[in-house]
């Protein structure tokens, strides 16, 4: 049982062939050393962070010394190899299922951040606790298409040109023969929002939860569109590092985030099973 954790997090031989080729060299030692941890061994370390949550200090031996694995977190933070994750996840998606532009949906969610740190902020929903919001844009399937974090008391409609300014797959220009269609709940029911949106070339559809039931009940087989964004925060939520922001530092919170949206993508693309 000893190695139970490992093999039960360790990273699949289809997704790492996708992976090597996107982590920076080893950096050269002039003054020799020790021999630097397996790259593979370190990726597998910090899924299970994400994965369960657990605190650097906690993470099992066997994984490696949590010192080390957590440095070579942050180098690749730094490096941005989670977001290059993130983006050839995107691709290995498109070119196995395609991207569904068509319709494309934006939401807000927000979690628990205990420690506080940049891009946090007092929770409306939770006493004025210190939490983290995160604006997640996604395909008309629920790929994860841009994610944009700030403070708890951020508006959801303040966060949307941010959310659509960042994809990590590039956006088509939609045209007569293939609009685009952007869902939003009302909370993005300003003005502003609605000039933005049609600047952006979007059809824009806003529906509250009792204009969505109302729908459901009159038409047979209704289903709103935009519960495929609903649906990927409450994946992301299974992140337990996501499910609660530990991180202080934002960059890192943002790297654990890019870390979840690349497996989810690689795994809807069948990449691995």
């Known amino acids: 049982m000893a190695n139970a954790p490992k093999q039960l997090f360790s990273i699949p031989d289809e997704l790492w062939e996708k992976i090597q080729p996107l982590l920076p060299e080893e950096p050269p030692k002039p003054k020799g050393g020790r021999p630097r941890m397996d790259d593979r061994q370190a990726m597998t370390a910090i899924f299970y962070v994400l994965r369960t949550g657990i605190q650097w200090k906690a993470l099992p ?24 994750m993130w983006e050839a996840g995107l691709q290995a998606y498109d070119e196995a299922k395609g991207i569904e532009w068509t319709w494309q949906a ?6 628990k951040a205990p420690l506080g ?3 946090t902020g007092p929770n409306p929903t939770d006493r004025g606790k210190r939490g983290t919001k995160r604006s997640l844009w996604t395909d008309g399937r629920g ?5 944009v974090v700030d403070g708890a008391n951020r508006h959801d409609m303040k966060l949307l040109g941010p959310t659509l300014s960042e994809p990590a797959a590039p956006r ?14 009302k909370g993005y029911d300003y003005p502003i929002i609605r000039e933005q949106v049609a600047e952006l070339g979007y059809v824009l559809h806003l529906r509250s939860r009792g204009e969505e039931k109302e729908e459901k009940a009159a038409i047979p087989g209704y289903r709103a569109r935009r519960w495929v964004v609903e649906r990927i925060h409450s994946w992301m ?4 590092r996501l499910f609660i922001r530990w991180e202080k530092k934002v960059e890192n919170y943002e790297a654990m985030l890019h870390f979840a949206c690349a497996w989810i993508c690689f795994r809807c693309a069948e990449v691995f099973g």
Do not use: I
Not at 172 to 185: F, G, M
């Open 237 to 240: 939520n299974r992140f337990r």
């Open 106 to 111: 934006v939401d807000g969610a927000m979690t």
């Open 172 to 185: 088509p220009e939609p045209d007569a023969k293939n609009p685009q269609h952007l869902c939003l709940d």
């Open 61 to 84: 031996r066997q994984m490696g010394a949590a010192s080390t694995v957590h440095d070579r977190f942050q180098y690749w933070q730094e490096q941005g190899v989670f977001k290059r």
């Open 117 to 119: 740190g940049k891009k």
């Open 143 to 147: 790929m994860p298409l841009g994610v």
